[in-house]
C-alpha cells in the first residue's frame, strides 16, 4: 500500500492536512502541562510563617509597614511588626511576621518547604515589594502557623547623668515614639543632685515594647541586659542610661525616714546664714530632706609659721555648720540608700535646697 494515495490520505484513510492539525494540538497540550507541573513533580501548594529581621528602616518606611500588607504577587502578607530604635539613634529597627504561599516538595528525608523554587529557611534573605514599598532582610524563623510576633513589655530601671534642664524635664509618663507607636515610657523618676552641682543622677522606671529573639530580650535593635546601655528619646530630650534592674523599674529597697547629722566645713557665712530649720529639699514631687537643726562653729584654718611652726588658728569669717537633717532613704538588704547611693558616715552628700545649695559629709546617723 502506497504511504500516501492520489487523493492525498495517509494510508489511504486520513487527509495528510488534517493529520498534521492533530499533531501541533497535541504538542500544545503536552508543553502547557510540562509548565504547569515542573521537572521534579511531587509539587504541593503550601503555606509557612516566617519571621523577618528588615534591619534598619527610615522613619518613613517603617511609619508605613503595618499588618495586612500584601506583596505585589499575593504570595506574601505580612501579619504582624514590631518597631523599636534602631542603634544609631536615628532610624528604626524593624522585624516583620509574614504569611508565605509557596510550594512544599520531597528533597530526601524531609520534605522542603519553597518560595519560588528555593528553600525558605532560616538565615536566608528575604524580600518583598507591596504598592508603597520594598523591603529586604533575614529569615529568623519559619513555622507551620502562628501570625504574631513574640513581643512583650518588660519594666527597667535606668541609671544615668543628665544635665539639670533635662532632669527638670523628665517627668512620668514620658514617651518614646517612633511614628505613631509608643515604644517605651516613663513610670518613675528619682534625681539626686551630683557633688560640683553641674549634674544630675537620675533613676528613671522604664516600660519598654520588646521583642523576643532567639531566647534573648530586645529593644528594637539592643539587647536588654543589667548593665548595658539604652535610648529614651522624646521630642524635648535624648538620654543613655544603664539597665540597673531588669524585669522591674522600682528603686532597690523601701521607703524609709532616716535622721542624719551632715558636717560642712569652711563655709562662707553668706551661704551658712541661708541655712536654717525647717528648710526642704524636694525633688520628683516629694520631700527628699528636710533641716530639723542647724548649729555652728567657727572653722579653722592651719598656718605655718616663719620658723617652720604649724599652728591652728580660728578662721576670721568662714565657719563650720552642722545639719541635723530628716532623709527620705531606702532600705534595702545592702544598708540605707539616699539620693540614689549607699549611705554611711563618711559618705558625701549634696543637697540642693534650691536657694543654696550645698555639700557635706555624713559625720553621724541615728537609728
Known amino acids: 500500500m502506497r504511504l500516501v494515495d492520489e487523493d492525498g490520505r495517509l494510508f489511504g484513510r486520513v487527509n495528510v492536512v488534517d493529520a498534521a492539525v492533530v499533531l501541533v494540538v497535541l504538542a500544545a497540550v503536552v508543553a502547557g502541562a510540562v509548565a504547569v507541573v515542573p521537572l521534579g513533580g511531587g509539587g504541593e501548594p503550601a503555606t509557612r510563617y516566617a519571621t523577618v529581621d528588615l534591619g534598619t528602616q527610615s522613619p518613613a518606611t517603617a511609619e508605613r509597614i503595618d499588618a495586612g500588607d500584601r506583596s505585589a504577587d499575593e504570595r506574601v502578607v505580612v501579619t504582624d511588626t514590631y518597631v523599636g530604635p534602631a542603634g544609631d539613634g536615628a532610624n528604626a529597627s524593624v522585624v516583620v511576621r509574614v504569611r508565605?504561599?509557596?510550594?512544599?516538595?520531597?528533597?530526601?528525608?524531609?520534605?522542603?518547604?519553597?518560595?519560588?523554587?528555593?528553600?525558605?529557611?532560616?538565615?536566608?534573605?528575604?524580600?518583598?515589594?507591596?504598592?508603597?514599598?520594598?523591603?529586604?532582610?533575614?529569615?529568623?524563623?519559619?513555622?507551620?502557623?502562628?501570625?504574631?510576633?513574640?513581643?512583650?513589655?518588660?519594666?527597667?530601671?535606668?541609671?544615668?547623668?543628665?544635665?539639670?534642664?533635662?532632669?527638670?524635664?523628665?517627668?512620668?509618663?514620658?514617651?518614646?515614639?517612633?511614628?505613631?507607636?509608643?515604644?517605651?515610657?516613663?513610670?518613675?523618676?528619682?534625681?539626686?543632685?551630683?557633688?560640683?552641682?553641674?549634674?544630675?543622677?537620675?533613676?528613671?522606671?522604664?516600660?519598654?515594647?520588646?521583642?523576643?529573639?532567639?531566647?534573648?530580650?530586645?529593644?528594637?535593635?539592643?539587647?536588654?541586659?543589667?548593665?548595658?546601655?539604652?535610648?529614651?528619646?522624646?521630642?524635648?530630650?535624648?538620654?543613655?542610661?544603664?539597665?540597673?534592674?531588669?524585669?522591674?523599674?522600682?528603686?532597690?529597697?523601701?521607703?524609709?525616714?532616716?535622721?542624719?547629722?551632715?558636717?560642712?566645713?569652711?563655709?562662707?557665712?553668706?551661704?551658712?546664714?541661708?541655712?536654717?530649720?525647717?528648710?526642704?529639699?524636694?525633688?520628683?514631687?516629694?520631700?527628699?530632706?528636710?533641716?530639723t537643726a542647724v548649729r555652728t562653729e567657727n572653722a579653722t584654718v592651719v598656718l605655718t609659721s616663719d620658723d617652720g611652726h604649724i599652728y591652728e588658728r580660728e578662721h576670721p569669717e568662714n565657719v563650720d555648720v552642722h545639719l541635723t537633717v530628716d532623709l527620705r532613704t531606702r532600705a534595702t538588704a545592702d544598708g540605707l540608700r539616699f539620693h540614689t547611693r549607699a549611705l554611711r558616715e563618711g559618705t558625701r552628700v549634696t543637697f540642693d535646697f534650691r536657694t543654696v545649695t550645698v555639700d557635706g559629709t555624713v559625720t553621724r546617723i541615728r537609728g
Not at 536566608?124 to 514599598?133: H, L, P, R
Not at 543628665?162 to 515614639?177: E, K, Q, Y
Not at 531566647?215 to 544603664?242: I, M, N
Open 100 to 291: 508565605v504561599n509557596g510550594t512544599l516538595r520531597d528533597g530526601g528525608d524531609e520534605r522542603v518547604f519553597e518560595r519560588d523554587g528555593e528553600p525558605l529557611r532560616r538565615g536566608d534573605g528575604f524580600a518583598f515589594e507591596t504598592s508603597s514599598y520594598a523591603v529586604a532582610g533575614d529569615v529568623l524563623r519559619v513555622e507551620e502557623a502562628g501570625t504574631t510576633l513574640p513581643v512583650g513589655s518588660l519594666p527597667v530601671l535606668l541609671e544615668a547623668t543628665l544635665s539639670p534642664a533635662t532632669a527638670d524635664a523628665v517627668a512620668v509618663g514620658d514617651a518614646f515614639r517612633l511614628d505613631d507607636r509608643r515604644i517605651a515610657r516613663v513610670t518613675g523618676v528619682t534625681t539626686a543632685p551630683v557633688e560640683n552641682g553641674t549634674a544630675r543622677r537620675a533613676l528613671l522606671g522604664v516600660r519598654l515594647h520588646t521583642l523576643n529573639r532567639s531566647g534573648s530580650t530586645y529593644f528594637g535593635a539592643t539587647p536588654v541586659r543589667l548593665g548595658g546601655l539604652l535610648r529614651f528619646d522624646t521630642d524635648q530630650y535624648a538620654l543613655r542610661g544603664t539597665v540597673t534592674r531588669w524585669g522591674n523599674a522600682s528603686p532597690p529597697g523601701s521607703p524609709t525616714t532616716t535622721t542624719a547629722v551632715v558636717s560642712l566645713a569652711d563655709v562662707d557665712p553668706a551661704v551658712a546664714d541661708g541655712l536654717r530649720a525647717g528648710l526642704t529639699e524636694r525633688r520628683d514631687g516629694r520631700t527628699t530632706a528636710r533641716i
